[in-house]
C-alpha cells in the first residue's frame, strides 16, 4: 500500500510538471479574454448598415446594362447607392464584382474597392482620416479569425492613432469584424497561448488538435491523481497538521498544504475547463472537412426577361438572382428581413420561395438525407435573432433553420446561399457544454461583467494551484 502511495505521488508530479506550462499559458490567455471580448473590445459609431432606400433609384434595368457592357453571363448582381450614385453590383463568372452606373451603364473604376471604402467609413463615422491601405482578403488570419466566417472580405486599414482595421463584405454591405491596436494585440496573444495557432502552422489543424487532446488528458490525470492521492492521505495530512500545532513547531510544508487546500476547491473549476475543453477538441476533430462544398451558380442574360424594374418596389432592400429548380428567380428582401421570389421569366411569384430554396440548399450541402424521403417530415423556420444554439459567433442572420427528422438543424442564409452551420446532436451538447461550463454562461443572469470577473477567478484558481504545485516540488528539491 506504501509503495502505491508513493507511485501515486510520482505520477502526480510527472503529470504536473508536463501540464504546467500549457496551464500558466491557457489560465493567463483565459484571464486576458474579458479585456478582449469586454472591457478593452473597441467601439464603433454603426455596427449595421442601414442605407437610404429612398437614395436607390435605377433609370436603366440589370438587362440593359447587362447589354451595354455584352455581358452574356454572371454570378450575381445587387442594387446599391453610394457618394449620392446608383450601381449596379454585378458578380461575374471570375468572381469579380464590377460596378455600373444605375443611371448610364458605365463601368466605375475600382468599384469595389471604393463601395469598401464608403463602408468603412460609414461604419466608423471617421471621413476625415486617410486610409493607408486596402486589401482584399481571400483567407483568415491571425487578425481575422474564422470566428467571422465571412470571406472575401476587403481590409480597410486607417491612419489613425488606434489602428482602426474594419473588414467589410461588400456582396451583403456588412463589416465582418473591427481591430484596432490593443484588440490586434490582444487577439495575437490569445490565437498562441490559447489556441495553439502556431501547431497548425507546424502541422496542420488536426495536428495541433490531437496535441492539444494529449494535453488535456494529461491535465485530466494530474487533476484525478490529485484528488486520489487527497483521499488516500488525508488522515496522514491531518494527524501531521495536529501534531506540529501541538507541538508548537514551525510551518515548513505550507506550499504543500496550500497546494492541497486550494487544489481541493477549484478541482471542480478545473474539471469543468478539462472535460468541456476536451468535448470541443474532439467536436472540432470529427467535423475537420477539408473538402467542404460550395454552392455556385451561373446565370445567363437570356433567363432574365423580366425587367427588375417592374417588381413590387415597397421598402426593397436588396435584389439577388438565384437557381431554384432550373429555373432563375430575382430574390427580393425588405427592410422587415421577408425575402421574396420572382421569376426573370414571367414575374411571377413563388410562394413560400424562401422556405422552397432554404431546402433545396440544405439538401445540396448535406448528402445524408434523400429529399424524396424526408421532405414532409423537412420543418423549415426563419431565424431571425441569435439564440443558444444559433449564437453571435455564426455571424449571418437572418437564416432558415432547416429541420432534419433526426434531429439535425442545418442554419441556411439563403441571401448568400451559403450554410451558416450545422448542428447535429454531438454539436449541439458540446456548444451547451462549452458556453456552460467553459465560459460560464450560466452566470449570464448577473450580467456580463459578473460573469467573466467569475471566469476569470475560476482560471486564476487553476493556475495559483500550479504554480504552488510547482513551488512544492522546487522545495522537495
Known sequence: MATAKQNFYKWHRILGLTALIPVMMWTLSGLSHPFMSNWFRPTIANEVYKPDQKGIKPALSIQQVLDKNDISELVNFGLIAFNKQTYYQITGKDSIANYYSATNGELLKDGDKQYATYLARYFTQ????????????????????????????????????????????????????FNNHTRKAMLTVFEQLHTWAFLADIGGEQFRIVVLLIIVSIMFLSLLSGLTIYGLFWKKFKVAQQNRKADNRKDT????????????????????????????????????????????????????????????????????????????????????????????????????????????????????????????????????????????????????????PNGENWYIETTTSQLATKVAGIDRAEGLSFIFLHK??????????????????????????????????????
Open 126 to 177: 471617421d471621413s476625415t482620416s486617410k486610409v493607408k491601405s486596402t486589401t482584399l482578403q481571400k483567407t483568415f488570419d491571425g487578425h481575422y479569425q474564422p470566428i467571422n466566417h465571412l470571406l472575401p472580405v476587403w481590409k480597410i486599414a486607417f491612419d489613425r492613432p488606434d489602428g482602426m482595421d474594419t473588414y467589410i463584405e461588400t456582396s451583403q454591405s456588412r463589416m465582418g469584424t
Open 440 to 477: 460560464y454562461f450560466g452566470m449570464s443572469w448577473a450580467g456580463k461583467n459578473i460573469r467573466d470577473i467569475v471566469s476569470m477567478l475560476a482560471a486564476l484558481g487553476v493556475l495559483v494551484v500550479s504554480l504552488f504545485g510547482f513551488a512544492a516540488f522546487i522545495k522537495n528539491k
Open 253 to 404: 510544508r505550507f506550499v504543500h498544504r496550500f497546494h492541497r487546500q486550494i487544489g481541493l476547491i477549484v478541482s471542480f473549476v478545473m474539471l469543468t475547463f478539462v472535460t468541456s475543453g476536451a468535448f470541443h477538441l474532439i467536436v472540432q476533430l470529427h467535423n475537420i472537412d477539408p473538402q467542404g462544398k460550395t454552392y455556385t451558380q451561373l446565370i445567363n442574360r437570356k433567363e432574365l426577361a423580366f425587367s427588375n424594374l417592374q417588381l413590387p418596389a415597397d421598402s426593397i432592400k436588396n435584389i439577388e438572382l438565384v437557381r431554384y429548380n432550373d429555373s432563375t428567380y430575382y430574390q427580393v428582401s425588405d427592410t422587415k428581413k421577408n425575402v421574396n421570389y420572382f421569376n426573370a421569366l414571367s414575374g411571377g411569384k413563388l410562394p413560400d420561395g424562401d422556405v422552397q430554396y432554404a431546402w433545396q440548399l440544405a439538401n445540396f450541402y448535406n448528402d445524408e438525407h434523400k429529399p424524396d424521403k424526408v421532405y414532409r417530415r423537412v420543418n423549415v423556420t426563419q431565424i431571425r435573432q441569435f439564440d443558444n444554439e444559433y449564437g453571435f459567433i455564426n455571424k449571418r442572420l437572418p437564416v432558415q433553420k432547416v429541420s432534419y
